[in-house]
């Protein structure tokens, strides 16, 4: 025994002292957690702050149907992520996704998409203590990732802070042009937005006092200039910061000159990022994140940007960081490839001609994937129409690194501006067993894990939803009932795919094949990753057999419910419980994860109870399988040593055979 503790010991000692230059890069081996900062957990009511709109405000004429003082927009932070970041990690995610962190100004800025000074984090969101450092060390101390959202097409409507803002003119006739006794608004030198300090003058966080306006000849109707307008846009811009095209505002989204050159919304002034001051302002500004330690990018709305600017700035954040990950929402609200080649997802993934040129080094969130999943698993449909996810994989360069997801803050399951996630928690099951076992890396919004806000619409669906409290859509804040998720039966499912594709490297990357399926209301496909080989059967709306062919021969094991089969000449049939998987891995540990959780089929013993004959123990798990449970830059000679040591405490019928290790 003391021998195999100072092996232990040993190994702990050498994976300790490993430089980082050895960390994990490959982000394939991750599952994301996608959440709004502000929305998730409120660790420090003292930074709590309303928007000018879909906030609780004191004052009765304003946001009238809105009357709890606690809902405001502004509300979860650094400090409540951190504290929950044990919550995220017993769900089995690896790395989490926030929201972007730079400080904003608009009248609804609590998503950060809005920047004003992108070289500053928002102090709505720190506490003394919770950093954004320190919720990076906090997510790295648990050997986590965190992928941080980036915006680099647009600034928020009142510009870039001290270097090219946005002119206005402030109305004296409108509440926002007046002092607290209905004087005009006079600027404060004396007070500056922050987000966080109200102006004295008027009394409000989001006051107009200092904002610059406009020369003449557009200040002479001041009504006419409070909202973005082609003035503030276009006319009186410094066009080395922003786009001059049109009246500034996209008047569509199927041609290049209005997704590049245009502003996509009312609050998103489009930034000239082929100018030199804007990408020299940019990159130095995400330096700053990139060298405090975030291990990606997720890239807001790059099919607003010319593909040529979107590799200026992926080239300069790799320079940084080569290691970092990137992925980039070329949003797409439909179901087949776009007739302009330049605007589809896949573009983004090359350099030059798509399947002609070198990879760009960028990964795509995969729409047309998403863009399946509505039929069969929001409406019911059969299960075989998700092999539609794949139509397009022969054009990226590496499908792969696809991200994996079903809604957010923006989509639902029909890509499209609408509701979050309403079917059936069977269905929900089933397309999560797709996500984290077919190709690429899966993403999970928050809540979703407990059906948090299902069927509403993701975000604000019309005008009058600026009065109206964002609790009432798909953003509201978790923090009220995240303690009852752990009990609910997704939740549990979630946990064992987590476990199962962290497992198991061919879940993770590798080569994919169509295989086994025999029916609609089943869909398989084997996976090979080096040495790693699995057929996985996915069964909803009843049972479903599977053949599978052309398999390695040996001996496999269901991670699912702990069932061997001995493979001989390539063939494996299985029969698949609705809502539940086969996971057969070759040479593989056995049940992986709890025994039956959700809407997985129970092995032997039922849910809950220990399954122990294809469950080896943890020392016979690393005997006969090292390479997945020990880090790829141990020596093959420590291992060697180590696993010999250990054997010894064994039954003689468990031991490896010597010629194993030679």
């Known amino acids: 025994m003391k021998c195999l503790r100072f092996c232990l010991l040993l190994l702990g ?40 709109w879909s906030s609780y405000n004191e004052d009765p004429e304003v946001n009238p149907g809105i009357t709890d003082p606690q809902d405001v927009t502004w509300r979860g932070d650094f400090k409540g992520l951190i504290q929950k970041l044990d919550y995220i990690q017993d769900l089995g995610f ?16 609590y998503h950060g998409y809005h920047a004003y000074d992108f070289t500053k984090v928002d102090p709505r969101l720190e506490s003394p203590g919770a950093t954004f450092q320190d919720l990076i060390n906090a997510v790295h101390a648990r050997d986590m990732k965190i992928v941080l959202d980036v915006v680099t097409n647009h600034s928020g409507r009142f510009g870039v802070k001290g270097l090219s803002e946005i002119k206005y003119n402030t109305d004296p006739t409108q509440p926002w042009g007046q002092d607290s006794n209905g ?126 600017d979107v590799l200026y700035f992926l080239d300069a954040f790799k320079a940084i960081n080569p290691d970092l990950f990137v992925f980039g929402e070329v949003a797409q609200k439909r179901h087949e490839l776009h007739n302009v080649e330049e605007i589809n997802p896949h573009w983004y993934t090359w350099r030059g001609a798509v399947n002609n040129s070198a990879p760009s080094g960028m990964a795509v969130i995969d729409f047309y994937a998403q863009a399946s999943f509505h039929d069969p698993f929001e409406y019911g449909g059969s299960f075989s129409g998700v092999q539609a996810a794949d139509r397009y994989d022969h054009l990226y360069a590496d499908a792969s690194t696809n991200l994996l997801w079903l809604d957010n803050h923006d989509f639902g399951p029909n890509n499209d501006w609408n509701k979050r996630y309403g079917g059936t928690d069977e269905n929900l099951a089933a397309c999560l067993n797709f996500m984290f076992t077919w190709r ?41 009932v995240m303690d009852q998720a752990p009990g609910h039966k997704i939740y549990q499912h979630i946990k064992k795919l987590n476990a199962m594709r962290k497992a198991v490297p061919a879940l993770q990357k590798g080569s994919w094949r169509w295989d086994g399926s025999q029916s609609g209301n089943g869909v398989g496909f084997v996976r090979v990753h080096g040495d790693s080989e699995v057929a996985v059967g996915l069964a909803k709306d009843g049972s479903a057999s599977f053949h599978f062919s052309g398999l390695t021969d040996g001996l496999y094991r269901d991670a699912v419910t702990g069932k061997e089969y001995m493979v001989s000449g390539g063939s494996l049939s299985c029969t698949v419980a609705s809502g539940s998987a086969a996971v057969f891995v070759r040479n593989g540990p056995g049940m992986i994860g709890a025994n039956g959780p959700g809407f997985f089929e129970a092995g032997e013993g039922g849910p809950g109870k220990p399954f122990v004959s294809a469950s080896p123990s943890p020392v016979a798990m690393l005997i006969r399988c090292p390479s997945a449970y020990l880090p790829a830059w141990v020596p093959v000679a420590l291992t060697a040593f180590i696993i010999r040591q250990m054997a010894v405490f064994l039954p003689p019928a468990a031991r490896p055979s010597a010629v194993r290790f030679r």
């Open 13 to 52: 000692s050498w994976m300790l002292s490993a430089p980082l230059s050895m960390a994990q890069t490959d982000f394939r081996e991750e599952t994301i957690y996608f959440l709004l900062t502000t929305r998730f957990f409120d660790g420090d009511p003292s930074n709590n702050r309303p928007n000018e």
């Open 94 to 109: 690896t790395a989490i996704w926030i929201t972007p962190i730079v400080q904003n100004w608009s009248p609804l800025d």
């Open 183 to 308: 004087n005009v608004l006079q600027p404060n030198p004396n007070w500056e937005y922050d987000g966080m300090t109200p102006n004295p003058a008027d009394g409000k966080i989001w006051s107009r006092a200092n904002i610059p306006t406009m020369p003449a000849p557009y200040n002479n109707d001041l009504s006419q200039f409070n909202w973005p307008s082609t003035e503030s846009y276009v006319n009186t811009t410094d066009p080395d910061w922003y786009h001059h095209s049109g009246n500034g505002f996209a008047q569509g989204w199927d041609d290049t000159e209005n997704l590049y050159n245009r502003a996509l919304a009312g609050d998103c002034p489009d930034f000239n990022t082929s100018s030199p001051v804007v990408r020299e302002y940019l990159v130095n500004a995400y330096k700053t994140f990139i060298e405090m330690g975030v291990d990606g990018f997720r890239w807001d709305t790059i099919k607003h940007m010319d593909r040529e």
């Open 440 to 480: 690429g890396i899966p993403i999970v919004y928050y809540g979703t894990e407990m059906r948090f806000k299902s069927g509403t619409f993701a975000d604000i669906h019309d005008s009058e939803g600026i009065k109206k409290s964002i609790n009432e859509t798909g953003r509201a804040y978790y923090g009220d």
